[in-house]
Structures are given as C-alpha cells and as structure tokens.
C-alpha cells in the first residue's frame, strides 16, 4: 500500500487518494498524487553525483490519456514564496498503462533540485513548498499537487551542503 | 585586407580630429565590429527528455601520451565525438556586435549617417582585436589532466574506445579507490586533486576518464559529447581549479527553450561604454573586470539570448558534405581531395590529422618546413613535383578510400550533422561568458531557465555624432549615456566595467544587486551638443570634396589628413563596386 500526501490531505495511506484534483480549464477529472513525502516532514537532501542536494519526488497520474505531456516542477520557500527552482521537461504518461487501481505512477523518482540553491536563498532548515505540475496543450494544467517539507542537510556532508544550500 | 586598413584608418583620423573638421560634409558610414571573446573553455548544453546533453571542447597542447582527462558525472554517461567545427561557428554566430553610426552634421543643414552591418563603409570604426590566448600549456576543461595509461580495475564500470579516445567510467563512490585506481594507472593526479574530487564522491557517481588511443596525436583530440540522465546542466569547475590559469575564460551555450541563467551566479550586465572608448582594445579584460563586480566574481555575462535559428543550417545545409558513396569512389588522392574541397568538408585539425595517416604528406616536404594544410590544399602542386607522393604523378602510392570515407564520416559529417539537428530541436540559444581563477572557483555553476526575461541581442549600438560646430558626442541606443568626446578624443574616465550585477532566479525579473547606473551617469558628466548648423552660412567661403563645408578658418593639416582619408575610403568603396 503507498502512502500518499499532498497539498489537500484528502486521505493519509490509501491507494492513491485523490490527494489533489485540478482538472485545469477544461475541468478534467486529472488527479495527481505525490508519493515518499508527508507535508510538514524533514526532508534530508540526497547529495547528487555531480556534487549538488536534492529531495526526491515520485508522483501517480490518473485520468490523463496516454501520451507526452508537460511535467513542471517548481519548488519556493514557504516563507516568502521566493523562488527556489522552475523547471520543465516531457514526460510520457502511460507507456506501462495504469495499473489496476487506474492509477499510472512514474517508473522512477524525479529529483527536485535544491542545492546549490539560488543566491541569497537557503534551502536548509526552512519549509519549501514542492509543486508538480502537468501541463498540456498551451501550458494548460491538467494536473497539480504540492507538498511541503523542510530539507536538511544530510550528517556526513553537513559542512559542504551548508555551504552550497544556504544561499 | 588593405581595404580594411584604409578604413581604419579612415575612421581614426575622422575621430581624432572631429573638433578640427568642424563640418566635414564627408559622409560617414558606421561600422560593425566584432571583439574577440578569448576563452580557455567551451561547452554547448542542451536538455531532451531526462538527459543532460554536453558537447565539451578539449583543449590540450603536449605529448599524447601524456593526455588524459577526467569528469564527474551523475549517471554513467554515452559519448559520442563531436567537432571543433561546432564551437568555431557558435563563437562566431553569437559573438557580440558593436556598431557604430556616426552621424556628420552638414554645416549648411542635414545631416548624413549610416551604418554598414557588413563594415564595408568608409570613415567608419575599425574594431582592434587580440588574438585567443588559451594560455599555452595543457588546458583542462571540465576536468583535470592526467596521464599515461589505464587498465582495468574494481572501480571500473565500463570501457571502451570511441574516436581517437579509450575511454573508462568509474565508480566514483569511494575517493581513496578511484584515487587509487588513478595511482595504479600511473595516471598524473595533480596536487590539490584529492580534495577536488571530494564534492564529486558520492554513492552511484561516476568519472569519466578520457585518453588517447595508441597511434593518435595531439591532433586529433575532439570534442566529446557527453549523455546522462540530469535535470540541469552544470560545470564542475570545483575541480577544473586544479588544472586552470588565472581569468580562465568560460564560455557556455545552452540550447533550451528559453533564456538560460546562471542559478548560482550573479548575473553581470557589462557597461558598453569603456568598451567604446577603448575601441575594443581592452575588451577581454573589460569583460573579466565586470565580472569581477560580482560578489565573490561568481558572475556571468549573457552575451546573446534569442532564437537559435541564426546558428541553425551552418554546418550541415543542403548540398554540403555531397555523397559519402561518391566520396568513397573517388580512385586518387587527388580526385578525392577535390571531391572534399568542391563540397566544403572542413579542413580543420580533424580532417587533418586524418589525412596525414592515410594520405601523408613526404618526409622530405614535412622536412622543409611544408605544414600539413599547405600541402593538402596544394596536393596537384606538390604531387607533380614528388611523383612519389601520389599515384597520379608516377609511383604507385596504395590508396584506399574506404577506411579514410569511414572515419571522415564518423569524425567530421555525423557530428555535424548530429549537433545540427539538436540545435534546430531547441528553439532558444543562451551565451554565457565568464572568467574564473582557480582560487574563485569555489562553486560549481549550474544552469537553469527563466521564460520571464528578455532576449539580449546581438548588436550594441551607439551614434558618433560630429556636430557642426563643437565637439562630436557618444550617444548609447540601450541605455541612453552621452559622452562627450574632446577634441574627438574619447573620455579618459575610469568608469565601473559592470553597469549592473542582478539575481536571476528561474522565474521572475532580474534582482538588482548593485546599479551603477547613477555612477556612470555622473562620471560622464555634461554634454554639449554644438551646432548642427554652421552661425552663419553666409560665413561659408568655400566648399570643397566629401561635401564639405568650411568656414573661413584654415583648414589643418589633419584635416586635409581627414579629406584625404575619406577620399581614400570613397574611392576605395567605389572601385569594389565597381568591381562587383
């Protein structure tokens, strides 16, 4: 069974609850669902290979055909809403087909790229907010959920994750 | 050339004596320059799907045997071999335009005032520039030298050979093993290299260590292109440090969607104008000194950000490399040599380096000092001369065209091709300069996208205007300055290289971080514009070539230098028409 958080909180631990439905203009039934993360957790920063912090997402689609979609991920300090990353990439839904619960999740965890964090802006110790977004034709949301989490950095490279994380 | 020279020179003396001219009616063209942008370092990222693509310019200058190159990189990687071609024609594609418009204003009223985009006009600026310097010795680019040769070891995920390379991927989980393997594989670890490498040592990392294949030269190191899974593109320059030059010159182009932004840098906005008074002289160091403005000089400067179709179709267009099956089939070097020429191949270190094994060119011609490039393109000249050289001439010469097709094709045509076609998938291309020192290389640049900013052109453009009577004045088009130019001279003023340092984060506008706006406007002090018209044109006494318009003052020496250079320049202009 996953357990599944997300901005509306709509259900704890079940087969993915329909953690956050936004059917965009076209008011599609599309639900997203964040997986791995509970709003207001610790998230510790898992150090990429090429010497940056990241916290891991994985994420479940439902009511969206098969096909290449728009996958954005933005992440902003909870605090002031300043904006830690913005990032857009392609991402085909479906190419394993749902599963049997109807719900078609990422093959793989998606990275959400923290550190080294934007200037003047720490990532460490503070709530950031995660948001996945799935856009389609026309930036179109077909779908959202978000989740926030306060990264820390991880024990054995604390120093070096404080210096490229806090900005 | 000597057109050029006439120009320039054309243009100096309209400058340098302005305020004597007065009213010279000669008209005058502007010009468009371009600097020399020296870089030590050269990269194209783009991003499809999950996967960070990164063609890497190499540059090294030493024993082949003494070659080797490492990366750090989050997945283990695929490489392909690419070509200098590609960042020959992106520096020169992107490369910043200065263009002038000097606008004469007519003693008797009017004015005349052009701009030659082409730099073909008379009396304009001619542009000084200094060659690249890549600072001589072995340079590493995205990673540290290393040499001598490696062989298999526990740290090993994969080897392979592609190109002129061998190459290994390894783990890169535990320092003191890949250091160790290093060692063992009498690979050259730089001091100062351990505690590089630390950031990069993590579970599941990966290096990536390049050399050179056995019978391979200097020559024929090539860019290599680099595939692994990634979000954003960065330039692991904590470990370039161990192997850089002071003010090393980064240069970065991403194709994407939109603007590209340096996420952990300051964003340097240079100030044009020591740029124009210098006339391109300093323009190096007036870059790396706006950089340096930057907290900490972690700055980068966004040379061009717009559309990618001006770099699109240059190395691969229709008609362009003909048939590699009809290439295949030319019988003599020199039939095939033609063939490569009549369908514009590069002749570059590449092609030459690829040549001189299956073609190469006589001991006693490389012993009389012949290089390699003047005897391929002279091959009939120097064949005819050494029989021995070419199976046309007399002695058989062996040649078989297959294998040199095959790796000129797989060298020289895919890779172009390749890179063509990833730069008409991405729709925006961003530039990005800066010069770093080892001791400022202390965080490794990272490069994401802000779709809320705008384009930077290409072209930075001011008007010279030489009023009719006073002193000729700079006018800036993007940020409004005026200067005046005494004695038409430009201002001695020590003024801030950056005009301002800015936050860009992925979104949003630009943050300002320090504006000196306000300083330079204050340093450049008052303007006079003159008099457009003479007092009097009742005072005008006589009128003579270029349009002229003089009053009764003496006309100087210099100035009849002026008249003469600008009919020198007319005259010049009008024989290449005539020519055409």
Redesign the interface.
Known sequence: MRCLITLTLLGACSAPPAIHADGGPSGSAAQMSLLMLADGQDATLV??????FHVWLQYAVRGLPAGTVTLER?AHRASDG?????????VDLGDAGPGDDGWWTAPSPI?M?MC?????LSVVDVPIELTLRLLGAGDAELARAAVTVTPRCPDAQRD?CER?CTG | MFRRIVVAAAAAAAVAHAADARACGCFAMGNTAQPVVQAGERILFA?E??QVIAYIQIKYQGAADQFGWIV????VPTLEVGTDQLFTMLDSATLPQYRLTTNQQFCSGGSSSGTDVDGEGGCGFGGASASPNYGGGAGSDMGVSVSRDMAAGGVVVQQASIGPYDYAVLH?DDESAMLQWLSDNRYFVPAGTDAAV???I?P???FLALKLRGGQSSGDIAPIVLRYT???P?I?I?LTQVGAVDNMGILVWVAG?ARAIP????HVVVDDLPIWFSNFATYNQDLIDAVHAAPGK?GFITQYAGGSDLVWNRLDYPGRFGDPTQLRAQATPSDYLHYLRDNNYPFDGTMLSILSRYLPEPQALVDAGVQPSQFYANYDYYASSDPGSDADGGAAMPFDPGPITDEIVARIVTPMKDVNALLGRHPYLTRLYTALSPKDMT??P?F????DIGNVPLVHSATLTIPCVGDAWLHTDAEGYEVQYVSGLAPNLNLPRAQRVE?V????PAELVQDNDATIRAALGPVDHGRATSPSSSDSSSSIGCGCTLGKRRVRPNLALLLFMCGAAVGVRSLRRRRS
């Open positions: 150090a990429g290979a090429q010497g940056g933005t300043a904006v830690v990353l913005v990032y857009r990439g392609d990275p790229f080294p964090s934007p200037i003047g070096f490229i | 991003h799907g999950d750090p990189l989050p997945t890169a630390m950031p990069y993590h599941g990392a990966y990634s979000d954003l960065m692991p904590t969607e996420r952990n840098y300051y972690h965080i490794d990272v994401s996208t802000n779709r936050l984060r992925d979104a949003g």
